[in-house]
């Protein structure tokens, strides 16, 4: 049985204009952070199982809050 796991954090900046208004705000920020969880076992001579957990975070406001 092998485990394995992967992990990241992006920063990004992001810019844009409209004339008639009515867009969001955007700036620099982090992304979701986002992890690998991987598990690798041999059940028997010539049969393996790789799994591969895709992960990410929470709680991340996706879009703007109306009032």
Not at 28 to 35: E, K, L, M, S, W
Request: hydrophobic letters at 35%; charged letters at 10%; zero cysteines.
């Amino acid at each position: 049985m092998k485990w394995g796991a992967a992990f990241t954090q992006q920063l990004q900046g992001v810019d844009h204009n409209n004339t008639p208004g009515g867009l969001v705000e955007l700036g620099a920020g982090f992304n979701t952070a986002t992890a690998n969880l991987n598990t690798d076992v041999q059940l028997a001579d010539g049969i393996r199982v790789n799994l591969i957990t895709y992960l990410s975070s929470r709680h991340h406001r996706s879009s703007p809050v109306l009032s």
